[in-house]
């Protein structure tokens, strides 16, 4: 490929997909096709990209613009090698709603910037070092309790718009639950949208949506730009979320590889410095942060396109539509009652990922140091514990994350040095299974008493 990765092999006759095969990143299909599959990764994207901005009150236009620029600049910086779309990320939303009450939207765009540029940063020095390190700093109970934490957090917020219309908020949710039982494929991948289309649908029949500011925007016009402001008191805000972000990167790069079948660990360095100059690039002018979408990868699953080709298709339309005040302002009119439900499920699949995160490396809780960093993490960050040093205000996820680093590796050096705890970190299936086929053999020889 060249060194932006536009040169694409056709795949086979570019008109299908045989059995057993993928489309690879440096392939593409007919470029009619590649549209087509460009688009549904817009779709795919849609509804939890324009959440975060929604929820936080800032542009959503704005957002979409970024989200798609960030996908460009990171297909650039990644050399096409890994298929991704950038759009916002939910781990901003609790940082920014906290960062606003005491700054505004300028304060809350500085903190973007921020954790943007850590992120580059870490992304810098994996690509010249290499990603072990951060295994080793954030191993899987910490990096699970981290994610669980923030999901957790935002549970308060959830609530408060959930009663401001909970019938409205009750259908939302109901929907949601359902459409991702009742439908396979693209439609059941994307019950929260689906949820939410249905729920605003409720909401104008109850006279709850407000469509005086989208009647009188433009049809054709710029993106709301807004420039930041740099607080130091939000810096304990929002450093936590570059921890998330770099398990949610190395976890798609990780994906990609597996379903593609090709070694991207060389990648995984520059796609956080993709993803961290995006979020910069982002805050900059007004837009959330961003985070490789775990949407598009269910987009990539079902149709066996990995081609990063659909991407950039995926990321020119998005900018494209960002152009349209009248869709920004459409955007925007989604109620109170509407994202209460949708952020019911949202909030707690974020809890939950966290929880995916502990079974999927068999995390081990009957080993005190992970049970004690989990417990306590938890805790603080869902609670919402707050420490205030001067102009410096570190609240529940700042807390809980450092709580989850801090007690984890303190522990874990005290015990070493005592050798107190006896218990693996990880839980080890294959003993347990070869003692159980062990007793069971030792049943069978064991010869039968007479009666």
């Given at each position: ?203 104008m029949l109850r006279g709850e949506v407000d469509f005086s500011k989208m009647e009188s925007a433009a049809w054709v016009g710029l ?178 994350s450092a709580a989850a680093l801090v007690i984890y590796h303190g522990m874990k050096a005290i015990a070493k040095a005592r050798g ?32």
């Amino acid at each position: 490929m060249s060194m932006l990765g536009t040169k694409w092999k056709l795949h086979g006759n570019g008109k299908s997909v045989r059995p057993g095969e993928v489309v690879r990143p440096d392939e593409r299909l007919t470029w009619p096709l590649t549209v087509g599959v460009g688009m549904q990764h817009v779709v795919a994207m849609f509804g939890a990209t324009f959440l975060v901005p929604i929820i936080t009150g800032m542009p959503p236009a704005t957002t979409l613009f970024f989200s798609g620029i960030g996908t460009l600049l990171f297909l650039v910086i990644t050399q096409g090698r890994v298929p991704s779309y950038l759009g916002s990320s939910f781990a901003f939303i609790a940082p920014i709603m906290a960062s606003q009450q005491q700054f505004g939207i300028p304060g809350a765009l500085g903190g973007v910037v921020l954790a943007g540029a850590t992120l580059a940063v870490v992304g810098a020095v994996v690509q010249k070092f290499g990603a072990d390190w951060i295994n080793r700093v954030m191993p899987p109970i910490v990096t699970g309790a981290i994610v669980a934490l923030i999901g957790l957090n935002l549970a308060p917020a959830a609530k408060a718009n959930f009663d401001l219309a909970p019938v409205t908020a009750f259908i939302t949710l109901a929907v949601i639950i359902v459409v991702s039982v009742l439908f396979r494929g693209m439609l059941g991948r994307l019950s929260i949208l689906v949820g939410v289309l249905v729920g605003y649908l409720v909401a104008m029949l109850r006279g709850e949506v407000d469509f005086s500011k989208m009647e009188s925007a433009a049809w054709v016009g710029l993106p709301h730009f807004q420039t930041p402001e740099f607080h130091i008191g939000v810096v304990g805000l929002f450093v936590p979320v570059v921890l998330v972000l770099v398990a949610e990167n190395i976890g798609h790069v990780k994906s990609v590889s597996a379903m593609t079948g090709q070694n991207l660990d060389g990648v995984s360095g520059r796609a956080l410095l993709a993803d961290g100059a995006a979020t910069v690039l982002a805050g900059l002018g007004g837009g959330s942060g961003t985070t490789t979408y775990a949407e598009n990868i269910g987009v990539m699953a079902a149709t066996k396109v990995y081609s990063t080709a659909a991407y950039w298709v995926a990321g020119i339309f998005a900018v494209i539509l960002s152009f349209s005040p009248k869709f920004g302002e459409l955007i925007a009119t989604v109620p109170a009652g509407v994202l209460g439900g949708a952020a019911t499920m949202l909030y707690g699949m974020i809890g939950v990922l966290g929880v995916k995160i502990w079974v999927q490396n068999k995390v081990n809780f009957s080993n005190s140091i992970n049970l004690t960093t989990a417990a306590v993490a938890l805790i603080v960050g869902i609670a919402d514990y707050t420490w205030t040093i001067g102009d410096l205000k570190f609240t529940g996820i700042a807390l809980g994350s450092a709580a989850a680093l801090v007690i984890y590796h303190g522990m874990k050096a005290i015990a070493k040095a005592r050798g107190t705890v006896a218990e693996p970190e990880t839980e080890d299936l294959a003993p347990a299974a070869a003692s159980t086929a062990a007793v069971k053999a030792a049943a069978k020889r064991t010869p039968k008493k007479r009666r």
